[in-house]
């Protein structure tokens, strides 16, 4: 079964500062990996998404992530972090059948 | 386009009533899908389309029923609401190949007393 994991419930970081937000997965193969955010009282945004291909993935509003197949997992990154990134962050893995598994969710703050 | 609608935004029940959770999208995607997210969490899969006419569950179905008579509506029925049934509810849509990204709506908040 799959199963997504994001070890840290809160990840604080200055602001201009790299940020990194942890995701690892456990289903064997080729997974769908996908990294949604949530701004207050608002619903999930696609930010990116790993298929195939380049293990580094550009998404929206200068987002990347890295996908290592060896340590299986899917880190979120972003050079300078912005007091506007202060969100929550979620990973997916997606199935063939489209259904998405979530992880629990990180809370990123950006501290100005 | 509109994307995803949900309606209503909030709502509070009574323990054993009933209601339905509106969800539209004008994408004319195939995919459509029910979660509710609840506090350390993360998002939980309810029932799922792949088309008008069919539905299945998830992996938290029960006290809930869905149908699909259209492509672009996918109403969530409680059918006798729990206070355990307090969440926030999101839809979501896509095409259906399994990389195709879903897009979600604004949510329902309901409590259930």
């Known amino acids: 079964a799959q199963s997504v994991a994001q070890p840290e419930d809160q990840v604080n970081v200055a602001e201009g500062n790299p940020l990194t937000v942890k995701c690892t997965y456990s289903v064997s193969g080729n997974p769908y990996l996908f990294w949604y955010v949530q701004y207050p009282n608002r619903g999930l945004q696609f930010l990116l998404k790993y298929i195939t291909g380049d293990n580094l993935v550009k998404g929206s509003y200068g987002f990347e992530a890295e996908f290592n197949k060896s340590q299986t997992s899917f880190h979120l990154k972003k050079p300078s972090a912005l007091v506007s990134d202060s969100a929550l962050y979620f990973c997916?893995?997606?199935?063939?059948?489209?259904?998405?598994?979530f992880g629990t969710g990180t809370r990123l703050t950006v501290i100005p | 386009n509109a994307g995803v609608t949900q309606t209503p935004k909030f709502q509070v029940l009574k323990t054993g009533q009933s209601m339905t959770l509106q969800c539209a999208q004008d994408?004319?995607?195939?995919?459509m899908s029910w979660y509710r997210q609840d506090p350390g969490m993360g998002l939980r899969l309810i029932h799922y389309s792949v088309g008008a006419g069919i539905t299945d569950q998830g992996e938290v179905p029960n006290g809930y029923n869905v149908s699909r008579s259209t492509t672009e509506d996918f109403p969530l029925r409680l059918l006798s609401a729990a206070p355990s049934q307090t969440s926030v509810y999101f839809c979501?849509?896509?095409?259906?190949?399994?990389?195709?990204?879903?897009?979600f709506g604004p949510g329902t908040r309901l409590t259930v007393l």
């Open positions: 997916a893995e997606q199935t063939g059948a489209n259904n998405l598994f």
């Open positions: 994408m004319n995607h195939e995919y």
């Open positions: 979501a849509s896509s095409q259906r190949g399994s990389t195709d990204t879903q897009y």
